[in-house]
């Protein structure tokens, strides 16, 4: 079985050009995570879809940032225009829901963006 | 606010001693859950241990063990006999329960990681 896929691993983009990431959940998995570590700080949670619908945006940072998750299938992050701040690891992670203790979230190997 | 503090940046050890990562965690929330995750120099969160709020009972999985303590809101984990694959960074992470009876995780709380090297 596949795990989480996340394109592309890496990402250098010039600020103020437009980035998008990608990330693929484990097949049949409902729920979708991004999150994302900023410079050695902690990992930081950024939003959740429930299928293709937001549950929790909370920790988006801002509205350069957007979230989509069309069929609920993949999901791409675009974040335009970028900014010196935004560089850091982004991770993706997906799990399934049920009436009892879930499954935990697998986790994708994260898309590092620079901008410089 | 949830908050998860891990007071270890760095750590170096030996082949074969044994190591205590730690993690102390901050909610108002009676029901939670408490995770640590490895990081191996590929990338990728590797998901070690899940523990809800109400199970303190310490895990044993092979060389890991994880000593849960409520009264003084930790959760640390400790590592036998370390390896030299062992070198990652480890996250402990915290989520409030979610779902019908808190049945349900939702968004985890990461500490900052602690960046364990063990030598040969």
Known sequence: EAGVTQFPSHS????????????DPISGHDNLYWYRR??????????????ESKQDESGMPNNRFLAERT????????????????????????????LLMNTEAFFGQGTRLTVV | AQKVTQAQTEISVVEKE??????????????????????????????????????????????????????TSSFNFTITASQVVDSAVYFC????????????YGKLTFGQGTILTVHP
């Open chain 1, 12 to 23: 250098v983009i010039e600020k103020g050009q437009t980035v998008t990431l990608r990330c």
């Open chain 2, 18 to 71: 044994d190591v205590t990562l730690d993690c102390v965690y901050e909610t108002r929330d009676t029901t939670y859950y408490l995770f640590w995750y490895k990081q191996p120099p590929s990338g990728e969160l590797v998901f070690l241990i899940r523990r809800n709020s109400f199970d303190e009972q310490n895990e044993i999985s092979g060389r890991y063990s994880w000593n849960f303590q409520k009264s």
């Open chain 1, 38 to 51: 900023v410079m050695g700080k902690e990992i930081k949670f950024l939003l959740h879809f429930v299928k």
């Open chain 2, 93 to 104: 992470a915290l989520s409030e329960a979610i779902g019908a009876g808190g049945t349900s």
């Open chain 1, 71 to 98: 069929g609920g299938t993949y999901s791409t992050l675009k974040v335009q225009p970028a900014e010196l701040e935004d560089s850091g690891v982004y991770f993706c992670a997906s799990s399934q829901e049920g």
